[in-house]
């Protein structure tokens, strides 16, 4: 069974940097079948995507939050993490990662069959 | 971005009958290929997301049959053909064409 774990600390001053990590169980974050999100939901609203890391370490991120943003691997552990610095307030969310399924055309196309495994979720707050 | 937008935003619904919720994106999400780059997830109450839907109609795995995805282009669509107590909470649409986007949430719940 594929579980996802987040991790970090709760709470963040502003201008510094939200360091969280996903700890994947169950599934390799090497798979070539697979990418790999942040996704993340402010108090009372709805879902965001940060961006997401592929195994051969390719990633993409959300225009408005490219320039603040890195996704990375660790696959000697099995993890995957966000780096969001130069946080405010309004960073303030509750963070997900995520598992996605994806496969390439012959033609380089990139089809993508959903998010299908989800951790729970880790709050972090943006306060000095 | 491509902006997605769900109709209704709250959906109360009566356990046995069918409901259904619209997502209409700004620009088509038909890709060259022929599929359309759309998603379904629902996030129950105090749950994280869970995956309903991709590539607009079909259905992920584990998921009842009483849910299906249907449209192409901008419109599409997501019926329930019998709402259980257990399909209450938030009903999310996501592109995944361009810089991806959700949609604003509908909000199932029993009469």
């Known amino acids: 069974q594929v579980q996802l774990q987040e991790s970090g600390p709760g709470l963040v001053k502003p201008s510094q940097t939200l360091s969280l990590t996903c700890t994947v169980s169950g599934a390799s974050i090497s798979s070539p079948d697979h990418y790999w999100n942040w996704i993340r939901q402010h108090p009372g609203k709805g879902l965001e995507c940060i961006g997401y890391?592929?195994?051969?370490?390719?990633?993409y991120y959300s225009p408005s939050l490219k320039s603040r943003v890195m996704i990375s691997l660790d696959t000697s552990n099995n993890k995957f993490s966000l780096k969001l610095n130069s946080v405010t307030a309004a960073d303030t969310a509750f963070y997900y990662c995520a598992r996605g399924s994806y496969s390439r055309s012959w033609t380089g196309d990139y089809y993508y069959y959903g998010m299908d495994v989800w951790g729970q979720g880790t709050t972090a707050t943006v306060s000095s | 971005d491509i902006v997605l937008t769900q109709s209704p935003l709250s959906l109360p619904v009566t356990p046995g009958e069918p409901a259904s919720i619209s997502c209409r994106s700004s620009?088509?999400?038909?890709?060259?290929?022929?599929?359309?780059?759309l998603e379904w997830y629902v996030q129950k109450p105090g749950q994280s997301p869970q995956l309903l839907i991709y590539?607009?109609?079909n259905r992920a795995s584990g998921v009842p049959d009483r849910f299906s995805g249907s449209g192409s282009g901008t419109d599409f669509t997501l019926k329930i053909s019998g709402v259980a107590a257990e399909d209450v909470g938030l009903y999310y649409c996501m592109q995944t064409l361009q810089t991806w986007t959700f949609g604003q949430g509908t909000k199932v719940e029993i009469k």
């Open positions: 620009q088509s999400l038909l890709h060259s290929s022929g599929h359309n780059f």
């Open positions: 890391i592929y195994a051969n370490g390719t990633t």
């Open positions: 590539l607009a109609s």
